[in-house]
């Protein structure tokens, strides 16, 4: 189960996830706050986290509520802002009226729930008529395969399957003193977006940000992110 998973990884998370500039949130998440709507009536965050998307969109104007499955991040977000409303739950199982948000935000989390489906689904649910969900997620492509090595021309190799729904764990990470275990799924295209027309949600913009693009920038030693997309961002509008 995902939760239980970070359970044991919250405060890993939490120290990995609050270090300025560390990982690829500090380069990628400006191009994700373009595709978000000027703040209008209620936000909903799902998979906050420790809850750093809660409090930048917070710092941005929005009134936000955001919920988690793992107890041990809710209560991490909760000590640090005392401005937004934490909650745990179920993604799947939102504890909201129908149509009672605005927008409904998804940070690279929604790879991470075990129920993907469903989430969109009740994210839909809560949805006003208008309403806009906002999502980020690990790119398909990016998630199917692997460079062969750190060489700026390397190649890229899908060794397995891309259709599909797949559960990864990846090996530990460390760097600069800090760990993480990383563990979700990988879906493809198809998956994300057919859930949407099941949810009564349509695309409005997608973006795949590239590492060249002024608001990104990147050491040497990641040149062949060039070539290939890291993360898949969208906006969808609930149908009126």
């Not at 993604?91 to 940070?107: I, M, R």
């Amino acid at each position: 189960m995902s939760h239980e998973h970070w359970e044991k990884q919250a405060s890993n998370w939490a120290a990995w996830a609050r270090t300025p500039d560390f990982d690829a949130y500090w380069k990628y998440a400006p191009a994700f706050f373009e595709l978000v709507p000027h703040p209008h009536g209620r936000t909903l965050e799902v998979g906050c986290g420790e809850g750093r998307v809660t409090r930048d969109l917070a710092r941005r104007g929005h009134r936000v509520v955001a919920v988690d499955a793992t107890a041990q991040l809710i209560k991490l977000a909760r000590d640090a802002d005392t401005t937004s409303n934490y909650i745990r739950c179920d993604a799947a199982a939102l504890p909201f009226a129908a149509a009672s948000f605005d927008l409904v935000v998804f940070y690279n989390s929604l790879m991470d729930v075990d129920d993907m489906d469903g989430s969109v689904r009740e994210a839909g649910r809560v949805l006003r008529p208008g309403g806009h969900m906002c999502v980020c997620v690990t790119h398909p492509i990016a998630d199917a395969g692997r460079f062969e090595s750190r060489e700026a021309d390397a190649a890229f190799v899908i060794k397995d399957r891309y259709l599909g729904p797949r559960r990864w764990l990846e090996l530990p990470v460390e760097r600069d003193g800090l760990r993480m275990d990383f563990s979700g799924w990988a879906y493809p295209l198809e998956a994300y977006f057919s859930a949407l027309e099941r949810a009564g949600l349509v695309i409005e913009a997608v973006r795949e940000p590239r590492i060249d693009d002024p608001m990104i920038t990147t050491d040497p030693s990641e040149e062949r992110w060039r070539r290939i997309p890291n993360f898949l961002m969208w906006r969808a509008v609930k149908a009126r």
